[in-house]
Structure formats: C-alpha cells, structure tokens
Nanobody, 115 residues
Framework: VQLVESGGGLVQPGGSLGLSCAAS????????MSWYRQAPGKERELVAT????????NYADSVKDRFTISKDNARDTVYLQMNNLKPEDTAVYYC?????????WGQGTQVTVSS
C-alpha cells in the first residue's frame, strides 16, 4: 500500500496550490479519502474528507470556500485545490485513506505560505 503526496511548495499569501495524492496497493474506489495537516508545534487536524464515490465532501471551517477536495477513481488519485492561501495554512499536508477499520497514510508534503 502506498499513498504519495505531491504538489507542495512555497506560495505567497493569496496564492493557490494544488496537491495530489496517488494511491496504489488497495481498492481505491472503496475508500473514503481525507487530507490532514500538521503545523509545527500543533496537533494534526482534519482539513477535508471525500466519500469513496466522491459524491460527499466535508471541510474544516478554516478552509471552507477556499479549498476543494476531489477524487478520481479512474486514476486512483485524490486532490486538494487550495486557493486564497493564508500564512496559517502553512503545514505538512497528509492524505489518508479509510474504510471500516483500515486506514493508510501518506508521508506528507510541505506547504509554506509566506511573502
């Protein structure tokens, strides 16, 4: 099982970034997918979740109307489009797959929002 995040980097406040998480080794279409983030000195927090079919999504209040999660079951990939980024969005972003008692995590990708 592998989850590999990509797309992180340095962006100015107000800018945009798109993250990808490529999955392999499990039946991707059967799993709900989530993005989490962890800033230095803080606990890991849930950013967004999408159902296995992609029809249902949920967002943390702090990113609602700025971030969009999407899932491509044909490509075994989940995405996080981040717009109007703020310095407080700086963190390592992780994707997670979950189904019943099973969950898998990626290694994370750094997002830094700074001028």
């Amino acid at each position: 099982v592998q989850l590999v995040e990509s797309g992180g980097g340095l962006v100015q406040p107000g800018g945009s970034l798109g993250l990808s998480c490529a999955a392999s080794g499990f039946t991707f279409r059967s799993y709900n997918m989530s993005w989490y983030r962890q800033a230095p000195g803080k606990e890991r927090e849930l950013v967004a979740t999408i159902s296995n079919t992609g029809r249902s999504t949920n967002y943390a209040d702090s990113v609602k109307d700025r971030f969009t999660i999407s899932k491509d079951n044909a490509r075994d990939t989940v995405y996080l489009q981040m717009n109007n980024l703020k310095p407080e969005d700086t963190a390592v972003y992780y994707c997670k797959s979950s189904r019943l008692a099973k969950e898998y995590w990626g290694q994370g990708t750094q997002v830094t929002v700074s001028s």
